[in-house]
């Protein structure tokens, strides 16, 4: 999408413009409905996915592109919840309390600004004076977008309900499949010959720095605190490598959708866990806050924002500490006076990680915003812990596993 095609704009040998078959393009510009109609169908054959309607392809100005992705951020962060992950990532001691989140994301968009391809006007939009070089790569990676679309209903995939994890992992499924289609596509078109890109050794050295580089290409995410840079880059920076995994696994490269769909960051990370012996699906929670609290806001971190948690207050071998997560959730808790805090319950897939993280990161507790307490617990009959920020230690919740 927007971050991946602006930083990736690398220069491809391009052929002439050739008649093309346009049956699968809708364009009010026929010069882009052209090159479109050209790469299309290489693009869907390498997907392993089935074209089955017109795709239509426009050009924006910056203005209404922008205008675009502010009226998309209303609708995918309002106000009251920037407010409440703001408070959440706060307490856990990841961002400023004065973080203004919604600026943050307004610049961070603003500076991207290239392209992308919309799954509600299953539309897909570039900038109309960029660069003919860049352009092209833009349309190939959104293209694919478009393509998956078609079979996978990208909008139910990343879907609010589904919980920031789930979120996380089919965004990285998206992400790592276009990536991959792109740059094999680009191989080939820069002389390179025929491209199986799922063969070639040490891939990770050709796409790893590239992809690293976004992190301090744009001056409004280099800037963020980690915890922002990590949720948006985290599909591209790992997302590719699962989807190398699945392909290892299963023949016939099959796109990452369906039953291959990845349910959680710890199956992007762990991708046995997503597939073979080791199947590990994540357990749902839910937190019911007890006599004289409310919930004013919930969700899942999941492993990818774990690790990051861990290694803000630990260091990079904190990281280790989150092996053995099987599922959380984190309510932000009102009392009856107004004030209140946070509290993250999590569930682990033995004893023994679960202690290993309680004892771990007690020393890291009085770095949090508030007085903090964590604790082992039985979490529906499993190994559990449960954090609280600014709250009392008495304070309890009630937890259930969400089923559905």
């Keep these: 999408m927007i971050i991946t095609t602006a930083v990736l704009a690398l220069a491809l040998s391009a052929c002439g413009p050739q008649a093309q078959d346009t049956t699968f393009v809708v364009s009010s510009d026929p010069d882009l409905r052209e090159l479109v109609a050209e790469l299309l169908p290489d693009l869907a054959h390498r997907s392993g996915m089935e074209l089955v309607r017109p795709i239509r392809v426009e050009r924006r100005t910056r203005e209404e592109l922008e205008s675009y992705l502010?009226?998309?951020?209303?609708?995918?962060?309002?106000?009251?919840?920037?407010?409440?992950?703001?408070?959440?990532?706060?307490?856990?001691?990841?961002?400023?309390?004065?973080?203004?989140?919604?600026?943050?994301?307004?610049?961070?968009?603003?500076?991207?600004?290239?392209?992308?391809?919309?799954?509600?006007?299953?539309?897909?939009?570039?900038?109309?004076?960029m660069p003919a070089e860049m352009l092209e790569t833009v349309l190939i990676h959104e293209l694919v977008h478009a393509v998956q679309d078609q079979t996978a209903n990208l909008?139910?995939?990343?879907?609010?309900?589904?919980?920031?994890?789930?979120?996380?992992?089919?965004?990285?499924?998206?992400e790592g499949h276009a990536t991959l289609i792109m740059f094999e596509y680009m191989a080939e078109q820069r002389g390179v010959g025929s491209v199986d890109i799922s063969e070639l050794p040490d891939l990770s050295q050709m796409l790893g720095p590239a992809l690293?580089?976004?992190?301090?290409?744009?001056?409004?995410?280099?800037?963020?605190?980690?915890?922002?840079?990590?949720?948006?880059?985290?599909?591209?920076?790992?997302?590719?490598?699962?989807?190398?995994?699945?392909?290892?696994?299963?023949?016939?490269?099959?796109?990452?959708?369906?039953?291959?769909l990845p349910q959680s960051t710890e199956q992007i990370i762990n991708p046995h866990r997503a597939f073979g012996a080791e199947v590990d699906p994540p357990t749902d929670l839910e937190v019911d806050p007890g006599p004289g609290f409310e919930a004013v806001y919930g969700n899942v971190f999941g492993q990818a924002e774990f690790e990051v948690f861990l290694e803000e207050h630990l260091g990079r071998d904190g990281r280790a500490l989150a092996q053995g997560w099987d599922g959380d959730r984190y309510a932000l808790l009102k009392g009856p006076d107004g004030a209140g805090g946070l509290v993250w319950v999590s569930v682990w897939d033995s004893e023994g990680e679960r202690n290993r993280f309680?004892?771990?990161?007690?020393?890291?507790?009085?770095?949090?915003?508030?007085?903090?307490?964590?604790?082992?617990?039985?979490?529906?009959?499993?190994?559990?812990?449960?954090?609280?920020?600014?709250?009392?230690?008495?304070?309890?919740?009630q937890v259930r596993e969400r089923k559905g």
Excluded: C
């Design 155 to 174: 909008d139910s995939l990343t879907a609010e309900e589904r919980g920031n994890d789930r979120q996380a992992a089919a965004q990285s499924a998206i």
């Design 212 to 260: 690293e580089a976004m992190r301090t290409e744009y001056p409004a995410l280099a800037s963020a605190p980690t915890i922002i840079q990590e949720g948006l880059l985290f599909p591209y920076l790992k997302g590719y490598a699962f989807v190398l995994a699945l392909w290892e696994e299963k023949e016939g490269r099959p796109p990452p959708f369906g039953p291959d």
């Design 358 to 397: 309680v004892d771990g990161f007690q020393p890291a507790l009085a770095g949090l915003r508030a007085p903090a307490t964590l604790e082992a617990m039985e979490v529906v009959g499993r190994p559990g812990a449960i954090l609280r920020v600014g709250l009392r230690g008495d304070v309890s919740v």
């Design 70 to 129: 502010l009226f998309k951020l209303d609708q995918d962060l309002p106000p009251e919840e920037a407010r409440h992950l703001t408070q959440t990532y706060s307490l856990m001691g990841l961002v400023d309390e004065e973080l203004d989140l919604r600026e943050l994301m307004v610049s961070i968009y603003k500076e991207q600004v290239a392209g992308f391809y919309d799954p509600d006007s299953t539309a897909l939009f570039v900038m109309d004076d």
